[in-house]
T-cell receptor, first 115, second 111 residues
Framework: EAGVAQSPRYKIIEKRQSVAFWCNPI?????LYWYQQILGQGPKLLIQ????????DSQLPKDRFSAERLKGVDSTLKIQPAKLEDSAVYLC?????????????FGPGTRLTVT | DAKTTQPTSMDCAEGRAANLPCNHS???????VYWYRQIHSQGPQYIIH???NNETNEMASLIITEDRKSSTLILPHATLRDTAVYYC????????????FGAGTQVVVTP
């Protein structure tokens, strides 16, 4: 079974530029998450999708961050404009919704450096 | 804020059991205890979870106290590949329940 795919793995941009990250979840997983992980901290949930609908985006900084999952499969997270404090690893995760299996499967992450 | 408390770090000798504690004194009756680990430069990996009873799988054992206010993750025979940050987190039993990660415990397994 293929895991959660993310690209790019690394990205360096200057502040005020824009950036986008892509995630392809495990096939058949209806629930998709985006997390932000700042160095030395645990992952923080930014947004949760169920199919193509948003379940929870309470911690997403909506003035600069946006995310979409138009066809209910892969997803894109965008930052525009980036700030220095956005430097972090952005993790995508997915899980099944039915069958009692609630564990999340994480991708390798995208390491963003904002200079 | 995370609802769990873990030690910042701990060392373990290779081949010995590693016992990782977690305090969750404000846990609700409808919250599972979940454990994940994160090896350097990788995404977190699910280990095990439980509600009330002790659980065991091929990776680890989970011991939950009777009052559910704390738990211990046991790696029975630690290997160098078990060096990672281990996260203890709670998840409500409803299907939308989200995970809230704290800073975790950095476990270093030494030869």
């Amino acid at each position: 079974e293929a895991g959660v795919a993310q690209s790019p793995r690394y990205k360096i941009i200057e502040k005020r530029q824009s950036v986008a990250f892509w995630c392809n979840p495990i096939s058949g997983h209806a629930t998709l998450y985006w997390y932000q992980q700042i160095l030395g901290q645990g992952p923080k949930l930014l947004i949760q999708f169920q199919n193509n609908g948003v379940v929870d985006d309470s911690q997403l900084p909506k003035d600069r961050f946006s995310a979409e999952r138009l066809k209910g499969v892969d997803s894109t997270l965008k930052i525009q404009p980036a700030k220095l404090e956005d430097s972090a690893v952005y993790l995508c995760a997915s899980r099944q919704t039915r069958g009692g299996r609630y564990e999340q499967y994480f991708g390798p992450g995208t390491r963003l450096t904002v200079t | 804020d995370a609802k769990t408390t873990q030690p910042t770090s701990m060392d373990c000798a290779e081949g010995r059991a590693a016992n990782l504690p977690c305090n969750h004194s404000t846990i609700s009756g409808n919250e599972y205890v979940y454990w994940y680990r994160q090896i350097h430069s990788q995404g977190p990996q699910y280990i095990i979870h439980g509600l009330k009873n002790n659980e065991t799988n091929e990776m680890a054992s989970l011991i939950i106290t009777e009052d559910r206010k704390s738990s211990t993750l046991i790696l029975p025979h630690a290997t160098l590949r078990d060096t990672a940050v281990y996260y203890c987190t709670l998840r409500p039993t409803d299907s939308w329940g989200k995970l809230q990660f704290g800073a975790g415990t950095q476990v270093v397994v030494t030869p």
